[in-house]
């Protein structure tokens, strides 16, 4: 038997609606709404794990699930960063900008290496189970984890669309994970 590991990525927050760096948001009103609407569309799951943000909890509760949170999924550390528009970082220091776009942190924050390494800590440890598993996580993470899966340059970390609400699904074979699906949208 094939393991299965679905990533759901969290619902909208007003970080993502507002362009702005996160900041341990909420989701937003609607996203409670569609999220609570799709949960006959998800599961069951042997394991479930969750990122420690607010966004991912209010996803999994909404979704009728119950899992354990890991802080190795957690969203990127944005630093001094966090909650500021996207545009007024842009403006103010478009160079600290650009440098974390090619995968050097933020002022205070984490890089993408320093990200993709706590999950490629954990993801490996789930490899032999041979059972359906969920993580309810961040965009960010997602992008984090297909990068190393398909071994691509840091710098395509922003190339990827990871849209909320969306299921990226990894097959194992015991030895290794295999991108099956990117960015699925979970549908009533």
């Not at 909404?62 to 996207?86: H, K």
């Not at 992008?143 to 990226?168: C, E, G, K, M, N």
Request: charged share 20%.
């Amino acid at each position: 038997m094939t393991a299965i590991m679905q990533l759901i990525c969290q619902g909208e927050t007003l970080a993502n609606r507002q362009s702005r760096f996160p900041s341990d948001d909420p989701l937003t009103e609607a996203s409670l709404k569609q999220i609570h609407q799709l949960k006959e569309c998800v599961g069951p799951f042997t394991k479930i794990w969750t990122a420690p943000a607010l966004a991912a909890r209010q996803t999994q509760r909404e979704l009728g699930l119950c899992g354990e949170p890991v802080p190795e999924l957690a969203e990127p550390g944005y630093g001094r960063w966090a909650g500021i528009p996207i545009k007024t970082v842009i403006e103010q220091d478009e160079g600290a900008f650009q440098r974390w776009l090619s995968g050097a942190a933020p002022p205070g924050g984490e890089s993408m290496a320093q990200v993709m390494a706590r999950t490629g800590t954990w993801l490996p440890q789930r490899v032999a189970d041979r059972e359906c598993q969920c993580a309810i996580v961040s965009s960010a993470v997602i992008r984090a984890i297909v990068i190393q899966l398909l071994d691509a340059p840091v710098s395509a970390f922003h190339l990827i669309d990871i849209l909320p609400l969306s299921v990226t699904t990894l097959r194992s074979n015991g030895k290794r994970w295999h991108l099956s699906c990117l960015g699925g949208r979970l549908e009533v």
